[in-house]
């Protein structure tokens, strides 16, 4: 009897990517959109670090990228302090530039600049802030890294330590949706996800997983 489910034909298995978002920062990164700012871990955003540090310990990881950014950075170089393996930084991994509403919460956004907000709610593919970057820019200058990942061997396995609004797109671009779905998905501070890749396509086995952060305060 057919049962209306469709079976995804997975094929050769390629690579295992895990995706993290770095930790907490000292300016609120879970509150404020700080985007391209260099901005520090805090104390509770290393001892996440850590926390991800003791939870991928065990795992074979092959290469480890990340942003260029501080609190991207930091956040690898604890991971990868227990698998002896160089970071390969990468600029076009930076957050989105927020432009001139850098640092601001959306409740901020709305009170000084009214004339944005309906933007914030459509999300539009072509809107940017002032001096910033729109979604599709971010699409074209992450992509340019997703194109990389198709060098890698079969059974090779990557981490990449990113900001939120790169994961959101590389997610889409790695499963082949358009990223008008990029909001879609909300990854939290210090969170893993695992995406593995087959010659068939991607499949998004775990997302947005922060059970190793048990027990600490929330950010």
């Given amino acids: 009897m057919y049962s209306g489910l469709v079976y995804f034909d997975k094929g050769v298995f390629m690579s295992r990517l895990f995706l993290v978002r770095h930790g907490e ?3 609120k990164s879970s509150q404020r959109l700080w985007g391209n700012t260099d901005v520090e871990l805090s104390a509770l955003g290393i001892e996440q670090a850590e926390r991800l540090r003791d939870r991928l310990a065990s795992e074979k990881i092959d290469f480890i990228y990340s942003s260029d950014l501080k609190r991207a950075l930091v956040t690898a170089r604890t991971i990868a302090s227990r698998h002896q393996l160089d970071i390969t930084s990468c600029p076009e991994l930076r957050e989105f530039n927020y432009g001139k ?12 600049y009214p004339e944005y907000s309906r933007y914030l709610v459509e999300r539009g593919p072509d809107f940017r802030f002032p001096g910033g970057e729109s979604p599709a820019e971010l699409g ?8 990389r990942l198709k060098e890698y061997e079969a059974e090779e396995t990557i981490l990449i330590v990113v900001h939120s609004g790169v994961l959101r797109t590389l997610i889409c671009q790695l499963l082949g949706i358009e990223l008008r779905h990029i909001y879609q998905f909300v990854p939290k501070l210090a969170s893993l996800s695992i995406v593995e890749i087959y010659s068939g396509g991607a499949i998004l086995n775990l997302f947005n997983d922060i059970s190793h952060l048990d027990h600490l305060p929330p950010a």
């Fill in 25 to 27: 920062t000292a300016l």
């Fill in 101 to 112: 509403v850098e640092g601001l919460t959306f409740e901020e956004i709305h009170r000084l």
């Fill in 140 to 147: 074209k200058r992450v992509g340019k890294f997703t194109e």
